[in-house]
């Protein structure tokens, strides 16, 4: 029995080719493109997930001023973690991170990375970590001593086993190996390849931090709470603490400070502050491919339902014959069922194909196999579920519809369903053209938004070209930092020379303090950002001055200052020439102004513009940024690697183009962008699919009427009028219930963006005429057909 109903599905499905291949194809992209956005978001959303993860939380600080600006960071108070594990059981373990940048010498060969950290001991505890070699319990308990991961040690040592080597850092001083651990998961947000002892971060640090450590912001610490305890308990008694011990001072500065815990299996999807170790995830995306895989799945179920409900006429006799010859009603369902469960098999190992194919174009979001493996297994359930459950779902449908022809009615060519059918395929092509008028408004709006961040002025040059400085700092940095800028400024090409200690585009938190005029009061300082720089620096990157004349080369380190115009109004002037020889209280130190800048955009146009201020430091840049001919860039990076390979002789030369480093901002949005143009057509190309069954569906259900019409004098034209009727109805439906929805999302997604567009009529009425003007092409060639056919072949059958 179940041979014969394979050769019957087979026959069918060589019958019609045309159908059959359609049907695959829809069924294929549409499995496919689900495929991998569910396992991309899947992957996403598997982040931190290691054993104890629900106990882990990492401290959010949040500092409010007096004029109501806050600043939200990943920094805590320095001893936030260790005041926090002394004064609440329910803390079992607290670790301080501080990310640096490594180089590592062993052998006369240096080995760079930018993932290192000072831990304490307890991080191996907090993040449930065994080391491969050396002791857990006591590793970077002791000075000068540091852990490996493995990956990291290999490249540093070769096959040499670590433990016990020494190795210089920084070229200043001697770090002991004294453990490897496993390298950390793709999908967490730590990424470090070496954790190097905090004893080393406090033995060199100021002493201001040590007598009023819960003034300075700067670890970020993870907490691990006892098993049972419950985060809100433990979060309701955290304030107490901070006004034992740091309320007085809060109290003199007009500052509040709280202390918020975040899940660390939150972070990467939802967390975007100040200082986060690594690029996060965008939870929001996430968000929206998992709905955009959801509806190419719904519309290429649809479509799958449209086209085999449309051809169902052509098997009408079957159906009708196979009654009179004694089936049931349930033998033919099982049969159709099994067709359609014949043609989705078909289907999925053509979409593994194409993902396959797909890896090499989508990187993005296509997933290599070893990321697959680390994807939990609960996923792969949930994914095999819903498409199990969607197959039987659709397959039912049709099954259940063809199979309740009546006999009599089929065998005089004139079959009836259920009665519902015309119905339900409205419904269905409704949906389908919400869904496809909603993808298409949101890329209209994605397109305009990112066109306007792209024109909006970021009041500065990008067009520069950085070069980062050496990271050995040894007895001979500062003499050869100073040659090697003396010597860019002499290459051909090369117009000016700053020296910076950050570029815009950078997230990692600025320096910051508490600052006032010598003339406030105490209470109404602000907190500004503080970049290090030197006399060249509003030059070089093109600023527009306000009032003053900058740094001069022989200013005094510290002592003198450059605001932007948002910096000027917080501390207390309207005037950017009444704030020009003011002195400004920073640090327990003063810096007098001397030039006032307009605001450009440092961090992203995402963000409102923040208070700044530039520090003259010349001695302390980590950066130097190049304005150059723009013919001669490319020469002038050759020429700057022969210098730095000279001057710093093994060291790695590291440099960027700023305008590409500020465009990786846009990362998310043009994912978002690419994604929307591929899925809106996608999503189109299968609605059309479904409407060629609905127009095929519609002629053939329609042809008696169609002939009568004409035989009464009806020309093709006013046919044709009445088949297009229907569809244009049809759009016009789903236009009223698709815009409110594509507005409400619309508008969620610019509140992100400090400029935005203005959603006008226009981007919801031309996809409107857009997937009209589609959809009148897609159903033309039944239309067409049905239209012109001669009225005699329609009616006489009667």
Known sequence: MISNFFRIALRNFQRRKFYFFLNLLGLSIGFAAFGALFLFTAYEASYDNFPGAHQVFRIKGIRVNQDGSSRESVYAPFAAGPDLKASFPEVEHETRIIKTVGMFRYADRWTKSEEVAYVNEDFFRVFAISLLKGRTDDALSEINTMVMSSTFAKKVFGDEDPIGKQVNYKGRLYYEV?????????????????????????????????????????????????????????????????????????????????????????????????????????????????????????????????????????????????????????????????????????????????????????????????????????????????????????????????????????????????????????????????????????????????????????????????????????????????????????????????????????????????????????????????????????????????????????????????????????????????????????????????????????HSPREPIKPMAFLFVPHLGYYFTLDTEPTATPSVIQEAEKLFSTIYPGQPFVYKMLDDHFATQYTSELLLERLLYFFSGLSIWITCLGLIGMATYAAQSRKKEIGIRKTLGATSAEVLVLLWKDHFIVVLISALIATPIAWYIAREWLLDFATRIELSVMLFLIPVIVLLLITMLAVSFQTIKAAVSNPVDSIRYE
């Open 178 to 602: 004294v453990g490897v651990f496993p390298d950390f998961p793709k999908n967490s947000h730590l990424k470090f390849d070496a954790l190097l002892s905090f004893k080393n971060y406090e033995a060199v640090m100021r002493k201001d931090i040590v007598l009023e450590p819960w003034r300075w912001d700067i670890p970020v610490t993870y907490l691990r709470l006892g098993i049972d305890v419950d985060p809100t308990v433990l979060q309701e008694k955290i304030p107490r603490l901070i006004d034992e011990k740091t309320g007085e001072y809060l109290r003199q500065v007009s500052q509040q400070f709280r202390i918020e815990l975040q899940p660390v299996a939150s972070i990467h999807l939802y967390s975007n502050l100040e200082g986060e170790l690594g690029i996060n995830g965008d939870g929001k995306l996430v968000m929206y491919l998992k709905n955009i895989a959801l509806i190419i799945l719904l519309l290429a179920f649809i479509n799958y339902v449209s086209l085999s409900t449309a051809k169902s006429i052509e098997r009408s006799r079957e159906v009708g014959v196979r009654k009179v010859l004694g089936s049931a009603r349930a033998q033919l369902v099982i049969q159709f069922l099994g067709e359609s469960l014949m043609l989705h098999s078909v289907a999925l190992i053509f979409a593994i194909i194409i993902v396959i194919i797909g890896r090499s174009y989508w990187p993005e979001f296509i997933l290599p196999v070893e990321e697959l493996l680390e994807i939990p297994t609960i996923y792969w359930i949930l994914l095999i579920t819903i498409l199990f459950l969607g197959i039987v779902v659709t397959g039912l449908y049709p099954s259940w519809m063809i199979s309740g022809y009546d006999p009599v009615s089929v065998l005089k060519r004139a079959p009836r369903g259920t009665g519902r059918g015309v119905n339900v395929r409205k419904v269905l092509a409704i949906t389908q053209f919400v869904t496809s008028l909603v993808l298409i408004v949101w890329i209209f709006v994605v397109v305009e938004q990112l066109r306007l961040m792209r024109n909006t002025p970021l009041g500065f040059e990008t067009n520069r070209l950085v070069i980062r400085d050496s990271e050995v700092y040894d007895s001979l940095f500062d003499r050869n930092s100073t040659q090697y800028r003396k010597e860019l400024t002499r290459l051909s090409g090369v117009r000016q020379v700053s020296y910076v200690g950050m570029i815009p585009g950078d997230h990692n938190l600025a320096y910051s303090s508490n600052v006032r005029t010598l003339s406030a009061a105490a209470e109404s300082a602000i907190t500004l950002e503080f970049i290090m720089v030197d006399q060249n620096f509003d030059s070089t990157y093109g600023l527009k001055s306000l009032a003053g004349t900058g740094f001069k080369e022989e200013s005094t380190s510290w002592k003198e200052i450059i605001l932007n115009k948002s910096a000027m109004r917080a501390v207390g002037f309207t005037d950017p020439e009444d704030a020009i020889g003011e002195r400004i209280l920073f640090y327990n130190d003063t810096a007098k102004i001397v030039r006032v800048v307009e605001d450009f955009h440092f």
